[in-house]
């Protein structure tokens, strides 16, 4: 039943997102759509059970374990899968001082804040680990409807990447950080004085961060070995496209079950492992596989961020809560101000090492931007605080700041962004009476030229070998590394992929065409 419940809250949602985009709804982000049903569907077995109708508390309960196994490991892996590798490594030492020490920032401030008003009797007591806890938590940002927006008003690509790229590392970060205080709790650490604490737990970070980043990095190399040398050992996948897409599925997952099997972050390392797939074994593949994989990745990652967001609004009436509303304002508070603390201040010290600024418009978004959701939710389940009330203080004030961010934060980016004159003077004039917030229809109606990427070695040397312009990691990629792990196709290579494409799609048409009875002369025939 608990599946049945799952598969039809899916069904609803997939409809409404339908309707959304059918009827052209694009001001309305989608998350804000499956959100408030969720709360809607939430009341309205909140109804029945009180008139004793049925009882669907155990069904509608959301498992933090099956977030963890099922749900975020594709929507973290085909972040990194999707990703735009360009931007993202010309900005990855920003992105990484964002993602890792501005997160780490913005625990310290919320969760010694916390700390702090408690000992001081201003809001509810909580010890050092566990307010520790609860700022790594609610410092994870999703700014689905943000870049959504970004997107729709064409702002500056650098503001875009510097916001998607620091929510994605950011979600591993966090999760690591709440991981490491959980650690530190299940341990006695009474004896152990607050130097020796902060030290074991930069300690244990560091471990988890490095550890898991490497182990990711490594499995996704090995898979572009793998599809590199098929021909080689006379194993060529590529002829076989069902074979070959399952291969690549297991290599999306095994990073995750080894990772965590070994004690580090199977979401840190599923991140990398997807960024580095992408941009390495991605382009052995065969033409179909590569569609495949993107529009498979970008299903289920859909079907999984559309089930925690159903799961969000129906978690209102699902548990019992504990709501303490100078907890809540002061929690409000601390995040919105540790988020300060992390932009502002790194913003003006990378601008220092940065040809392309970031402009005082730029930071303040940055900062606005800084939604809170799905992440934040599960893990707030997902701590095994003692006592019960404790857990449940988090749980609810975790889920009014999410509903917060959101709707409130969320529903004013748009208006922000144009009363601050951020977007781009063409788009603006294009885009004054269509934004597009459907995250589902852009995805849905384009294919990355990226990801069909099939460069002859011709191509390759045209396009990159020759630019004078690359330095770093980019050039370190181009001249040595993406040429080891990355086939450059022959003529015959491209001759065969084509077919390969034409034969599958003539096959798929007649098979239309011919209908359920099988024979077009015999449909002819009936007909």
Known sequence: MTIFFTLLVLAICIILVHLLIRYRLHFLPESVAVVSLGILMGAVIKIIEFKKLANWKEEEMFRPNMFFLLLLPPIIFESGYSLHKGNFFQNIGSITLFSVFGTAISAF??????????QADVISKLNMTDSFAFGSLISAVDPVATIAIFNALHVDPVLNMLVFGESILNDAVSIVLTNTAEGLTRKNMSDVSGWQTFLQALGYFLKMFFGSAALGTLTGLISALISFYYDEHH????KTPSLEFGMMIIFAYLPY????????????????????MSHYT???????????????????????ETCVFAFLGLSIFSFPHKFEISFVVWCIVLVLFGRAVNIFPLSYLLNFFRDHKITPKMMFIMWFSGLRGAIPYALSLHLDLEPMEKRQLIGTTTIIIVLFTILLLGGSTMPLIRLMDIEDAKARRRNKKDVNLSKTEKMGNTVESEHLSELTEEEYEAHYIRRQDLKGFLWLDVKYLNPFFTRRLTQEDLHHGRIQMKTLTNKWYEEVRQGPSGSEDEEQELL
């Open 235 to 238: 194993i060529d996948l590529r």
């Open 109 to 118: 401030v919320v969760g010694g804040g916390i700390y702090f008003l408690g």
């Open 257 to 276: 079950g080894l990772a965590e099997g070994i004690s580090l972050s199977g979401i840190m390392a599923i991140l990398f492992s997807g960024i580095v």
């Open 282 to 304: 991605h382009h052995n593949l065969s033409p179909v596989t590569q569609i495949l994989m993107q529009q498979t990745l970008r299903t289920v990652a859909f079907l999984c």
